[in-house]
Each structure stands twice: as C-alpha cells, then as structure tokens.
C-alpha cells in the first residue's frame, strides 16, 4: 500500500474526479480528519451547490422505485428456484452534463411522481380506516347477540350505559346491584381463567358517578362513534364495508403495477445516474484547497501506483503532482487489502468475521480456507451427505451463479466441502451411515495405505481416526507456528521470532521425544535422551523469556489446544452413529408395517437423512470456523485493521457507451 498526494489546478479537478471513480484506483482519505495540519496552508474544500439538489432527486426516486417494488411481481417457493427472477441487462447511457440529469429526472418524475403518490396515499388511506373497521368488528363481536341499538349507548337525559368486556363478572355483578336504578346484561366466552364476559350496563343518571367508578375498575369499556343499529346489522355492513376496500385497493394495485411494468427499471437508471453524480460531487469535502489548486490525499495499491500515476497525468495534461511513499503501521494506520484467488473470495468472509488482518500482518485467509475444508469434511465424513452437498452446490454454481456473485463464491465453497467429504465417507466406509450393506448387501473393497486398511470405521476403530485427528492437529497448530515466526522476521522482532513462536519447535521435538521415553516405552538412550532435555530445556527457557513464570499456563494451553482437535473424531462419530440409527429405525418400522412398509422405509430415510445432514453440517461449519479462530489463529494472529475501500464506481442498471 502507497499513502500518495495529488495536487491539481482548478480547472482539471472534475476530470480527476471522473477518473478516480471510473479506476476505483485510490481511497480518498478525509484531510480534515487525517491531515490537520496540512489545513494550516490551505482551507477544507466545500462541496458543489448541487449537491443538495442531486440528493432531493435521489430521495423523490427512491421514494417512488420503494413504492413500485411492493407490485413487483416475484415468484416464491420451488417456482422462485427453479427459474428465478433475471435482472435486465444494464441500459447503455451517454455522458451528460448535470442540467441534463437533473432535466431527464425532472421528466420521468413530472409524468408519474404525482399519480402514484396520491395513489399510495389512497392506499394508506384505506389501511387506517382497514384497521378501525377491524377494531369495530372485534368489539362488536362480543355484543352481537345483544338486541341493542349501539347508537344508544353513552349518556342522554336520563340515563347512562356502558358496553365493554370483564375478566370478574360476579364481582362486578355483585358491585352493580347493590347501587339502585341499575341493570346488567351478560354473555361469557372463553373457560376457565380465560373466561371473559361482555357486559352491558345501564343506569339513572342519578348514580352516574358510583356507577362510573365500578365500571373503571371492573370494565374495559368500547366506544363505537358514528355507529347505528344493532351489532348484528353493522357487522354486515362493516365486513361488507372490508371487501370494498380491498377490491378498491386491488384496482390501486393493477394501476401501480402498470406504472412499475412501465417505468421501474428507468426509475432505478435514473438514480443510479444520480447517485453516481452525488458521489463525486460530495468526495469534494475531503480535499483541501488553496487559492488554485486542490489536494487530495489517499491510499493506493503499490502495484496500481504507476497506473495512477499514467492516469493522472493524462486527465490533467502533466498539470498535476503526485507524490507517494511508503506508511508506516503507526501512525499512518493504512488500510489492508486481501487479494485471494478467485476459487477462494468465500474464505475471506470467514477471515472477516473474525477480523481484518492489521497492515504488515500476513493474510492467512488460503491457509484458514483450506484446513477449513478439510476439517468439514473429517468431521462431516459421509459420501451420501457429500454428494448431496455437491450436488446442490452444482446446481447453485450453474443455474443461480450467473444471477448473483454471492450465490457464485459459496457454490464454489460448497463444491469444495462436498467432494472433501465424499472423499472422507469413502475412505470411511460412510454412504448415509451403513445404507449400502444394510439395505443393499453392497461393501466397498479393502485396501492397505501406507499400513492403514481402507476403509476405514470409524465405529469400530475409533483410535485410527483420533490418531489421524491429532496429526492434523498438530499440523495446523504448527503452521500457526511458522506463520509466526515468518511474521517476526518480516517485520525483524527478532525477540518475539525466538521467545515466542520458535520456541515451541525444540519444546516439541524434546517433549514428544521424553514422553515417549517414559509413558510410551520408547527406546531412547544416550546422545538422543539427552537431546532430548536440552531441546525441552532450550524451548522453556524462551518461552519463560517472553512470558516469565505464567509460560507455564501457555504450555497447558498449547496442550490443550492439540486436544481440541480430538473433536474431528467426536463429530465424525456423531455423524455416523446418527446416520446408523436412523436407518434401523426406518429398517423396523418398515418391517412392522406390511404392504407400505418400503413406502415407510423410505419417507423415514430421506426425512431422517436431511435433518441429519442439516445439523451435522452445522456443527461442522462451526467446529472448523473455531479450530481457525482458537487454535490456529491464537499462534500468530492478532488482525484489527480495515479494508481497502476505493473510490469506485458500482454500477448495477447501466454502462457507459464506449467511445
């Protein structure tokens, strides 16, 4: 990374501006923010007028583009998958001035803004009085049975009523009769401590104020302006009243549908445009500015150094300078760039959720993505539930892939996992659990590897697969190791190289050398023995170096790290002890069934084996993310930077035409 100045007259800065967007060659830093000082010889730039102007149309499209996406007709479901939704190819634009945007944008919004607005007010309209028919009909539904005029209720000349809803009749009933001039009406619904009464209550008016008082305590009282007749009769009329609205909000509807069929992918050309234009225009605020010039101040990939440099230089006829040197991790803090092979952009997501690598520090996203997939699959380990992987994940590559570069990056991730775990259910002897033997008397062929007899099962022989599980281990957590190391001398601490990553190579080598010698009954005499301390004696010793007495703690540590790998065997179990009960019980259920009993056998296995799949692939996904996080990155790996983010153009609903 390059931290690089360009100076430039007046004149040429729009130019520059457009140049810098269409690269996406630099990140423009904030002077104001990054470079006080520089503001002693020179004053913040202000941004264009037109900027408030381009913001108020984005705001009015968007607006409208928000309200035609609701009538965009989507397909859902297995519909949806099976042939999703294109996105229309990006419409080729010409360069324009900024009267002309603004005029193109004033056009389509003139001839549409005002209908559909009113049209979406119309809507919201309906909704509320929608929502206080419902409120009337809930109410209304406790008193239907009443013969009543609901015109009637509240207070006239000589007499006071009530309509409402009470959890405690007969506490209320008892409250009522005692006042005189007071009758009760009652319907319940609802048992037991949900039960709940409709009361109808009327009273002189000469105990209107005793009577009011129980009534707040006992009664959740409804009010119903505006209403006449009997609950019944408005009922009718206000479900009738429902279905009117909705057909009106259904012609609403057909009519924005007509409008979005019409005018919606222009709408998001337009903003776009707009979007572009206010962008450039509001970078302005980060540069400073002199009396004839402006200064821009920013990142750029070293390798992109020269291409800038040949650009600016272009667009400003050699009427610009530009500077660049090397930054410094502190106090420059200079953003970090993680470039990765195309195969593997997933695994950067990964890397991210845990943190960006500070500047200087190494990018371990290939080595965290490969054992990522390999432990996937160790711990997945199922050739059935690999191909289902593999299959899905092809299917996504090929049909969705060219529809979204998300779906593209994963499909390939999931393309990885699912060939690395039919690789392991093979040489594990997993095909949804003991499918083939069980049900179809099939046995995959033996073979000895290196001493090791293929396929293997994990079952039976768990101490094979712990074995292999422990090596992995031992690898992954030594690689940490030596990126480590490797670290240091890139930035040449030679201490930390020595005290606290190379360290643990002789500890190792001296360690596993003497528990050999006295718990596995290795034999190791003379020159080697001896060796053997003095390797343990050297790694403690840098290590207490770098941490003084708590080292202890780190070794403890480091061995319980190596441990924690023993869960690739205690999920690999999981998976297929799980995979062979589930087909046993499909197997008895089947035979206790006649005539059905395949149909049963069947629904079981498929049902079983997917929510099988689904979990353990969970816990695998998250299992390997861990051993990365924990383990790995604890040997060598701090992060805390921040991304390389240019200054660059994304478009999405148009291109320019080329010239």
């Known amino acids: ?94 360069e324009t001035s900024i009267d002309e945007l603004f005029s193109r944008a004033e056009g389509i919004l003139q001839s549409i803004e005002k209908h559909i607005l009113s049209f979406e007010e119309k809507i919201q309209t309906l909704d509320d009085h929608t929502t206080k028919i419902k409120s009337h009909i809930s109410q209304l539904e406790y008193f239907k049975d009443f013969d009543v005029n609901i015109s009637d209720l509240g207070e006239t000349e000589y007499i006071v009523s009530y309509a409402g809803k009470t959890s405690d009749y007969p506490q209320l009933k008892h409250e009522v009769e005692q006042i005189e001039y007071t009758t009760i009406s009652c319907k319940k619904f609802g048992t037991g401590k949900q039960s709940e009464w409709s009361v109808l209550i009327v009273a002189h008016n000469s105990v209107k104020d005793a009577i009011a008082g129980i009534v707040k305590e006992y009664v959740t009282v409804f009010n119903f302006p505006d209403l006449k007749g009997s609950p019944k009769s408005i009922l009718k009329n206000l479900s009738n009243e429902l279905v009117d609205i909705e057909k009106e909000k259904k012609q609403i509807h057909n009519k924005l549908q007509q409008y979005q069929e019409k005018s919606y992918y222009d709408l998001l050309t337009n903003r776009e445009e707009i979007q572009l234009e206010r962008m450039r225009k509001e970078i302005s605020k980060n540069f400073g500015r002199t009396t004839s010039t402006y200064i821009l101040q920013g990142w750029v ?51 991210e959720l845990f943190a960006t690598p500070k500047y200087n520090e190494l990018n371990p996203t290939l080595f965290m993505g490969i054992f990522f997939v390999l432990f996937f699959g160790l711990m997945l380990g199922d050739a059935g539930y690999g191909l289902v992987l593999l299959l899905l994940s092809l299917v996504g590559y090929i049909k969705y892939g060219k529809h979204s570069s998300l779906i593209l990056d994963w499909s390939k991730l999931g393309i990885m996992l699912g060939i690395t775990t039919t690789v392991v259910g093979i040489c594990t002897n997993g095909f949804f659990g003991d499918l083939l033997p069980r049900f179809f008397h099939i046995t995959l062929p033996t073979m000895n590897v290196l001493g090791v007899r293929l396929p293997l099962d994990p079952l039976r022989d768990p101490l094979t697969i712990l074995t292999i599980a422990l090596i992995a281990g031992i690898i992954h957590l030594n690689l940490g190791i030596i990126l480590g190391m490797v670290q240091s001398l890139h930035n040449k601490d030679y201490k930390t190289f020595f005290t606290k990553h190379f360290n643990w190579i002789p500890m190792q080598l001296g360690g596993g050398l003497l528990i050999g010698t006295f718990i596995m009954d290795w034999q190791i005499e003379g020159v080697v023995f001896y060796l053997a301390i003095g390797l343990t004696l050297v790694g403690i010793i840098l290590l207490f170096l770098h941490s003084g007495p708590i080292g202890f703690f780190d070794i403890t540590g480091y061995v319980g790290d190596w441990l924690s ?7 690999g179990l999981a998976t297929a002890g799980m995979a062979l009960a589930f087909n046993v019980v499909a197997e008895l259920m089947g035979n206790m069934i006649p005539y059905i009993g395949i149909a049963i056998t069947i629904i079981i296995l498929i049902f079983a084996h997917l929510v099988n799949l689904a979990l353990q692939a969970l816990g695998a996904g998250v299992h390997s993310l861990r051993l990365q996080y924990v383990e790995f990155f604890n040997r060598f790996y701090e992060g805390g930077g921040r991304t390389f983010s240019p200054f660059k153009i994304k478009r999405r609903y148009t291109k320019l035409k080329e010239e």
């Open 1 to 94: 990374m390059k931290k690089t100045q360009i100076i430039v007259y007046q004149e040429y800065i729009k130019e520059v501006i457009k140049s810098l967007h269409e690269s996406g060659l630099m990140e423009i830093r904030n002077i104001a923010k990054e470079d006080p000082h520089l503001l002693e010889t020179a004053n913040v730039a202000k941004m264009p007028p037109e900027v408030e102007t381009l913001a108020n149309y984005e705001l009015r499209l968007t607006r409208i583009i928000d309200i035609l996406k609701k009538t965009k007709k989507s397909q859902s479901g297995i519909k949806a998958m099976l042939k999703p939704s294109q996105v229309p190819e990006p419409q080729t634009i010409e």
């Open 301 to 351: 990939l070293e390798k992109k150094e020269s291409d800038l440099k040949e650009l600016v230089e272009k667009v400003t006829k050699g009427h610009a300078v530009l500077e660049s040197e090397t930054p410094k991790a502190n106090p420059d803090n200079p953003p970090i760039y993680l470039e990765t092979p195309t195969w593997a952009k997933s695994f950067k997501t990964f890397l």
């Open 565 to 571: 790998y023993a869960r690739l065997l205690a999920l």
